[in-house]
Every structure is written in C-alpha cells, then in structure tokens.
C-alpha cells in the first residue's frame, strides 16, 4: 500500500503544469496519501530539494504559466552516479512512487530511472511540443497555439497595412504541430515543417505569381526543426526582391496564462495520474486518446510519434 507520492515537473515548462501539480496533490490528499514537491525536476531528485506540499502549497496556482516546483533540463540524471543519487532521495524520504510532469525527453529519463530500479513511475504528458506517442494532446499545447495564434493575428495586421512578407518561426524542435494548427486558424498563406519536404523555389514562384494578381501580403509558418526564419527570409528577398520580414516567437510560446482546455486536461489527467499509483502501477504515462482518459506504457510513448499531417498541410494550402 502506498502512503507517500513525489511529484516533480521536468525539461521545458508548460502551460497548464501548475493546475496538474494543483491536481495531483489535492486528489492525492482527498485519498489520504502525503505528497513531496520535488523542485528543479531530476535535479531536486538528485540533490534531495524536495518540500511536503499540503493543499494550500497549490493555492492560487490554477491561473498561472510556469511551475511552480520549478524545472530544469538535468544531463546529470543520464549518469549512473545522479541516478543513484536521486534513488537514496527516495529511500531516503519513503516515497512510494513518483508522478512525472513534463514531455518526450523527462519521459524517456523516466521510463529508465523507473525499470532500472524499480521506482513506479506514472508521467503525466506537458508539453507545448505535443510530441508524445499515443497521446491526442499534451498539456500545454493548446495554450502555446493560442499564444501563437494571438501574435500572428497581430502580424498579420501590418503584414496587410504594409504589403509585406512575414516568415513566423514557432517552436517545435522536431514536430510541425504548433506550425501546422497555427497556420491553418491563422489563415497563413504558407506552412514549412519537418515532416514534409519544402521547395523555396515553389513558394517564391507563388509568391511572385500572386503579387501579379494584387496579393501582397504574405505570412508563411515555420517550425523551428523545418528552418530559420532569418534563412528563409533572407533568400525570398533574394529570390522576389520583394520586402520580407523574419519574427522567431520563440518563449512566448511556452508561458501565460493555460486555457481552460490546458487547464481541464490537467486535472482529469492528475487524477488518472494518482489513481495508477493507488492501483500499484507503474512504468506508465496517463493520457487522453480519442477522448477518452487511458493509461500507457511508458516505452509505447517514447516511441516516436508519426503525426498524420497531410490533411491540414494540404488544407492551409487549398484555403490560401
Ligand atoms: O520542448 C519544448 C520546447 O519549447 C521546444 O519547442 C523547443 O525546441 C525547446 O523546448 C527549447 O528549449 P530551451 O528552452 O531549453 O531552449
């Protein structure tokens, strides 16, 4: 029977990881568990920086970007020396098992951590990259889309008062998530990821082809695994000598305030999350697949995911 959780948040904050802490910590209280805040992710682990949190510690926190536990990236968790390090924490501490808040890398160190020395381990999925196999949608990455969103509709005014070309740069690292459903709600003229090849050429001859016929304003998405939007609009200047402007939305992207779909996502999932614990499992990630909650193993969501992309690639496309 388990008596005492550790939650922890870990790799890039997300929006919506605080209502998940706020979640795991009161649904684990309502069933008489103690629960420990580990800050700074695998590194409060390693250095045993970790605080009982009861459920005042999570006032407030509902609303807010961020974590409140704080994380970092933490290469010192890949050795064997941090690991057995933040094993004694454990021991040290009592704790029964361990809920995990954060994307595909703080997965992956937990799928180890957890087999290697039989820690139960349950990752809750944050993250704005929604790059988690077998997982419709990340914590977080409703929100960053919105905040993309919101700056594109902003561009998009003086990209149309100015007749210009924009390149926007989202992030991603190696997914075209954020690119694609931003270009396609934003009305963008262009998408570039890295799950489809790009042609600068074909992009430049529609853009030539479209200011024969009076359209000037361009805006064109780039995940950042496809390219630099510095690069690229450099080289449509190049190629059109027409003005072109490059904006990389960088961070902004990953804080402010979690939508309410951020937000409801973290507490169905904080329950889930707590109820793999009570239930003795572990090695597993909870997750929200066709719309339904469900419970994965971990190594099946470390795998990488495949996102079919071809039906809004096609559709940003078409509705130019
Ligand atoms: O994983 C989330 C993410 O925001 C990626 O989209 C991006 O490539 C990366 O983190 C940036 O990481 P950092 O903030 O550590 O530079």
Not at 90 to 116: P, R, W
Not at 247 to 276: D, K, M, N, Y
């Amino acid at each position: 029977m388990i008596k005492k959780i550790a939650v922890l948040t870990t790799g890039g904050d997300a929006p919506g990881m605080n209502a998940a802490i706020r979640a795991v910590v009161r649904y684990a209280i309502h069933n008489k568990l103690e629960v420990m805040g580990i800050f700074r992710g695998w590194w409060g682990l390693i250095n045993e920086e970790l605080k009982l949190l009861d459920h005042r510690s999570v006032s407030g926190i509902i609303n807010q970007g961020g974590t409140i536990l704080k994380t970092a990236r933490c290469p010192e968790f890949e050795t064997e020396e941090g690991q057995k390090r933040a094993l004694n924490t454990i021991k040290k501490n009592a704790i029964d098992g361990l809920i995990m808040i954060g994307g595909n890398g703080s997965f992956k160190a937990a799928h180890i951590f957890g087999t290697k020395y039989n820690v139960p381990c349950i990752g809750m999925p944050a993250s704005i990259d929604n790059d988690i196999n077998g997982i419709d949608v990340t914590i977080g990455s409703d929100t960053a889309i919105n905040t993309a969103l919101a700056a594109i509709d902003n561009i998009r005014d003086t990209a149309t008062s100015m007749e210009r070309i924009f390149v926007v740069e989202v992030m991603g690292r190696e997914s075209g998530y954020i690119a694609l459903q931003v270009a396609l709600a934003g009305g963008c003229e262009d998408v570039i990821i890295p799950e489809r090849r790009f042609n600068l050429e074909n992009i430049c001859h529609d853009i030539v082809e479209g200011n024969l016929r009076g359209k000037i304003s361009w805006i064109i998405v780039v995940a950042e695994g496809a390219g630099s939007a510095f690069d690229i609009a450099k080289k449509i200047t190049e190629m059109t000598s027409l003005e072109t402007r490059p904006v990389v939305l960088g961070h902004i992207q990953r804080g402010g305030r979690p939508s309410a779909f951020s937000r409801t996502q973290a507490a169905t999932l904080g329950e889930a999350a707590v109820e793999c614990l009570l239930k003795g499992e572990s090695d597993k990630a909870v997750s929200i697949k066709d719309g339904k909650i469900a419970v994965i193993d971990l190594e099946f969501a470390i795998t990488k995911k495949k996102l079919n992309v071809d039906s809004l690639y096609n559709l940003v496309k078409v509705l130019t």
